[in-house]
C-alpha cells in the first residue's frame, strides 16, 4: 500500500447483524460506512419512513488515507472486543487514490435518442454538430439517459428528429419528477414553448435548475414543487416516476393534460403496466406498453374531455 491509497475492509451482514457491525467498524476508526446489495436483490418502492434492508449486505468500512495495516488489525480485534461481538470474518482491501471528481468521465460517454437527439457529458464533443444536444454531467439527481426508464422517454421524445429538429415547438410540457431535468431540457430544446419541471426533491430542482441554465434553456423551464403546479393544458406530460404515486395521479394527469394530448408514464415494471392501465383508462387510450430490460413505457392519449 502506497501512502496516498485508502484501505478497505469488507464484511457480509444480515438485516439482524448490520447494526453491530457498522458499529464495529466506526469504533475501530472507520471514516465511512457504505451499505452494498451482495446478491443483486431489488428493493422497490419501501413504505413511507421505512428503511428496507437487503438479505445480504456489504459492509464496507473506509479507513484514514495510508493507515498502517498493522495498526488497523490490531484496531478491528480491540473494536470487536469493545463492542462484545466475535470478530467477524472480513477482507482487507485497499482502494487506491485517485481523483474521484473525474473518475466518472471515464465511462460516461455522449448517448443517442432517435436519429438527431444527444445526451452528451461536457468533457466530449457532440458526435453530430447538427443534432439536437443535451449536456449533462452525472450529479446527484437522478437521471442522465443510462437508466432504461429515462432511455425509453428520451427515445420517444427523440425519435421524429430526423424529419423534425423540433417536434416538439410550440408545445407546454409537464416533466412530473424531473430530477436532473434532461427530459424537461431535452423538451425545451426539441422546441416546446413552456415545460414545467416539478420535483419532490429540493435537490432535484437545484439540479433542474443548474442543469436549465448550463443549457440555455432556464428561461423556458417553469420549476417548482408539484403542490406549487397550477392546472396546465398540457400538450405532452413525461411522467417518470414510479408505481405507488403513479397510481394516485390519474385524475390529476387527466385534468392536466388537453384533449388529444400525451401522457407518457415510466419508472414501472411489466408486471405493473396492466393494474397501472386499469386507472387510467376511464380518460385515456393506452397503446400497447414497451419495455426494456423489464422496465415498461406506457404512452396513452388523452379521449375529449
Known amino acids: 500500500m502506497t501512502n496516498g491509497d485508502w484501505p478497505e475492509v469488507a464484511v457480509v451482514a444480515t438485516p439482524d447483524s448490520v447494526d453491530a457491525l457498522e458499529q464495529w467498524l466506526f469504533a475501530a476508526g472507520a471514516v465511512s460506512v457504505t451499505y452494498c446489495d451482495k446478491n443483486d ?5 419501501p413504505a413511507p419512513g421505512e428503511m428496507r434492508l437487503w438479505d445480504d449486505i456489504s459492509l464496507i468500512g473506509l ?3 495510508a493507515q498502517d495495516i498493522d495498526s488497523l488489525t490490531s484496531a478491528l480485534h480491540l473494536a ?7 470478530l467477524p470474518d472480513y477482507e482487507l482491501r485497499v482502494l487506491a487514490d485517485t481523483v474521484w471528481e473525474r473518475a466518472w468521465m471515464r465511462d460516461y460517454q455522449p448517448m443517442q435518442f432517435g436519429p438527431k437527439l444527444w445526451v452528451c457529458p461536457s468533457h466530449k464533443p457532440p458526435p453530430d454538430s447538427d443534432a439536437v444536444i443535451v449536456h449533462l454531467d452525472p ?30 415547438m410550440g408545445a407546454v410540457v409537464v416533466d412530473f419528477g424531473c430530477g436532473s431535468g434532461v427530459l424537461a431540457i431535452a423538451a425545451a430544446k426539441l422546441g416546446a414553448k413552456a415545460v414545467y419541471a416539478v420535483d419532490i426533491d429540493e435537490q432535484a430542482l437545484q439540479a433542474t435548475r443548474q442543469n436549465a441554465a448550463d443549457n440555455g434553456v432556464l428561461d423556458k423551464l417553469l420549476i417548482s414543487q408539484p403542490e406549487a403546479l397550477q392546472l396546465v393544458n398540457a400538450d405532452l406530460i413525461l411522467a417518470n416516476i414510479l408505481f405507488e404515486p403513479l397510481t394516485t395521479l390519474s385524475e390529476r394527469f387527466a385534468g392536466m393534460v388537453r384533449s388529444g394530448g400525451v401522457l407518457l408514464m415510466s419508472g414501472i415494471l411489466e408486471e405493473q403496466v396492466a393494474p397501472l392501465c386499469m386507472g387510467y383508462n376511464k380518460w385515456f387510450d393506452i397503446e400497447p406498453a414497451t419495455a426494456r430490460n423489464g422496465w415498461a413505457l406506457i404512452t ?6
Open 139 to 168: 450529479g446527484l439527481a437522478f437521471g442522465t439517459g443510462t437508466h432504461e426508464t429515462t432511455a425509453q422517454c428520451l427515445d420517444w421524445l427523440g425519435r421524429e428528429t430526423q424529419t423534425n429538429r423540433k417536434p416538439l
Open 41 to 45: 436483490q431489488p428493493i422497490l418502492e
Open 80 to 86: 470487536a472486543f469493545g463492542e462484545g461481538i466475535s
Open 300 to 305: 396513452a392519449s388523452r379521449r375529449p374531455k
Open 63 to 65: 479507513f484514514a488515507q
